[in-house]
């Protein structure tokens, strides 16, 4: 009898070490360098980017945590200006950016902006955040153009005035969400994300109290008030998102329609990297999207971070995470032989792999589902969604024009149901359960 062998996890410098003991409590083991070959790793884990070169390199037992060149959203001012570009070509689709400008080239047209709000006596406040910097580190919002500035890139978006808030308190969302090709592409969102807020009430009156306008845990986590227990938030500055709908649905509020609007801004988002990123089956990404709601509810898109911090401090960063982790390295399809760093003794032949790529070039939905399966543990795909934006994906140059247009048509199609369903009483998913509700397939 063959012995299998573990699977060995290769570490960069920086990652949280909560990946390590996921890893090792799933029966992996660490890289050594001193008695591995070079090549003797199953999966590398690193918190900066993997070159094309890299990545075309990979052997069959390997993996990667990332793309390459999926910086071009994950770098502040790269998503100012993917986002921009895609807005001028495909319209409205891409209207949950806030609008934004890179600074210094951008410097003269947002100087215009800001002077014709000024003169329309519009609201006119800005948030700036250094390109570079992550963490909520550098950010400040400022009101007169006197009190800007800076002496790196940075980004200056305008300052949503009305943020829905939480009992008072100003809060975003960190969803996970997780891409396991780019041809087609292929999006899963994660049911287990969070809900971060302020640790003081929003207050437009004092605009520089960072713990009532800012969200990022690695700022609220120096606030005189964290561990106070705040009126209907307890303490902390977190809830998990079962914690968030369970409160939305003791107020009556019907949260469906808010989960289809992300699913599409995260869709309409990485979008922008399918003609940049490369083709590698070896490839995986876990993104950390960060949303904002309005009072409308209408979601807004803040940034999308590049291996979200793992961090364990609170109960509902245990409950995401771990199991989070679990999901991503199921998504890699190892095989038995990969631990002994040999190809499978039951590789895919040939003939079949044809005849799956055949099958998604003509948006056979049974064929992607046996590539890329409907769910991986509390991870759902969101997209592709049915045969046409399949096949759209699934062309040389991906046909973004015919996603973009079918994404709003099934959307709205599934936003009538959901108002029927509504109007008839038909009751809500239970909070624990997956928020995921499919467009049409």
């Not at 690193?46 to 890299?54: A, G, K, L, Q």
Request: aromatic share 10%; proline share 5%; net charge neutral.
């Amino acid at each position: 009898m063959t012995t299998v062998q573990p699977l060995v996890l290769k570490l960069g410098e920086s990652v949280n070490p909560m990946v390590a003991d996921v890893l090792h409590a799933m029966g992996w083991r660490l890289h050594d360098e001193a008695k591995d070959a070079i090549d003797g790793w199953n999966l590398y884990w690193r918190t900066n980017s993997f070159t094309s070169d890299e990545a075309a390199a990979l052997k069959p037992w390997q993996r990667i945590n990332s793309f390459p060149r999926s910086h071009m959203i994950t770098k502040k001012d790269a998503l100012c200006r993917a986002m921009r570009k895609m807005q001028r070509v495909y319209g409205n689709a891409f209207n949950f950016n806030p609008e934004g400008y890179v600074l210094p080239a951008d410097k003269d047209k947002f100087v215009a902006a800001y002077d014709a709000r000024q003169a329309a006596g519009e609201y006119n406040t800005w948030i700036c955040k250094p390109a570079e910097l992550s963490r909520g580190r550098g950010i400040f919002i400022f009101q007169s153009l006197d009190d800007l500035t800076y002496d790196r890139a940075c980004v200056v978006q305008a300052y949503l005035e009305r943020p829905l808030t939480l009992l008072g308190y100003k809060f975003d969302l960190r969803l996970y969400v997780l891409v396991t090709s780019f041809k087609p592409l292929t999006v899963y969102m994660y049911k287990k994300g969070l809900a971060r807020f302020g640790t003081a009430k929003y207050d437009t009156s004092d605009m520089t109290n960072l713990y009532s306008h800012l969200t990022n845990t690695s700022i609220n986590k120096f606030s005189p008030t964290l561990e106070a227990q705040k009126d209907g938030i307890g303490a902390g500055c977190k809830w998990s998102l079962i914690q968030l709908r369970q409160h939305w649905q003791a107020q009556g509020f019907d949260d469906r329609n808010v989960w289809r609007h992300i699913s599409n801004l995260v869709t309409h988002t990485l979008l922008a990297l399918v003609d940049e990123c490369p083709v590698n089956s070896c490839c995986r990404e876990l993104f950390g999207f960060d949303v904002l709601l309005d009072e409308n509810r209408k979601p807004h898109l803040l940034e999308v971070n590049f291996g979200p911090a793992l961090g364990l401090d609170t109960p509902q960063d245990r409950d995401a995470k771990i199991p989070l982790i679990q999901d991503v390295i199921s998504s890699m399809n190892y095989s038995d032989g990969d631990g002994a760093h040999a190809p499978s003794k039951n590789p895919v032949p040939l003939r079949v792999q044809k005849a799956r790529d055949a099958g998604l070039t003509t948006g056979d939905m049974e064929t992607l589902n046996e590539v890329h399966p409907q769910s991986i543990g509390d991870f759902h795909r969101t997209f592709p969604f049915n045969s046409t934006t399949l096949k759209a994906a699934y062309k040389p140059r991906p046909d973004l024009r015919v996603i973009v247009k079918e994404i709003r048509r099934a959307s709205k199609a599934q936003g009538a149901i959901l108002k029927q369903q509504h109007a008839q009483g038909v009751e809500l998913l239970a909070p624990e359960e997956s928020w995921f509700v499919p467009l049409d397939s």
